[in-house]
């Protein structure tokens, strides 16, 4: 995953549910730099920890280079496979351990698939309430206290996991890639892309990777048994200047639309019938 120092609250209640190793990439100035590595000596949990990799990138420029970080932290990662993740969010509890079981059945001789960990999103400014079991999960979505990430602003994001037929299964399961997805995945580190580095700041910075996973023909599994929560934090720059500027809206759609171009004539797939006539969230 990828950090701001605006994030650095998240690495405790992250690394509280999640014991497997890590590689993170910080996007820091000099002085917010000290304030990570103060952070560092004083947890206990933080220090304590001897598989997590830091990689600090010192910052330069306007925008937020998010796709070049995700690639630092996937490219400095040391294990054959990788989740990939983003740092507001919380994985459940054991989560590591559940995925470390399911690869070498799920994952070891399927080249191209790629598993599926569901995304949901709290409606509290706090990790305290989160769901320590599946149970627990289903029983907050039943009652509004959590839904699927983005369901109302940007459901074509999650639709395609399938949430209501996760609900109730045991086993892993097939979805189909539909435009606009972008699930957190497991895949095979040396078979992934790379996140396309024109993208900066908000906006398909996301969906642009996992289209590309799809165009390589990946098989998208999701697992039954572990999920992950989004917790609510203040809105980016680069978020609120997407949401008030048209011409960051624009020059986010001519991206799309040069990477989609070109993703197509490399692949000789044609992916996004709709690409001209929709808009970006």
Known sequence: AQLSSERLSMLEPILA????????????????SQSFLDLLSSSSLLSGRCNVGYHVVYKEGVHYPVNMLRNLALEQAVSEYVFLSDIDFIPSPGSSESLRSSIPSML??????VLVVPAFEN?????????????????????GEIFTFRSKEWPQGHRPTNIPHWRTATIPF?????PDFEPYIVARRDNLPR????????????VSHIMEVAARDAEFVVLPDVF???????ASTDLSMFRSSPVYRDCVMRL????????????????YDEMFTKDVL
């Open 174 to 178: 097939t979805v189909k890639w539909e």
């Open 108 to 113: 070891s001789d399927q080249a191209d698939r």
């Open 228 to 234: 992950m929560v989004h917790q609510p934090h203040s």
């Open 123 to 143: 409606t509290h400014y706090s990790s305290q309430n989160f769901p320590a079991t599946k149970a627990d999960l289903i029983k907050m979505l039943d009652v």
């Open 17 to 32: 549910h999640w014991t497997g190793p890590v590689s993170l990439a910080l996007y820091l100035t000099d002085p917010e």
């Open 195 to 206: 996140y396309d580095t024109r993208f900066m700041g908000f906006g398909w910075n996301k």
């Open 256 to 271: 799309k639309r040069g990477f989609v171009r070109d993703l197509e004539n490399r692949t000789g797939k044609k992916l």
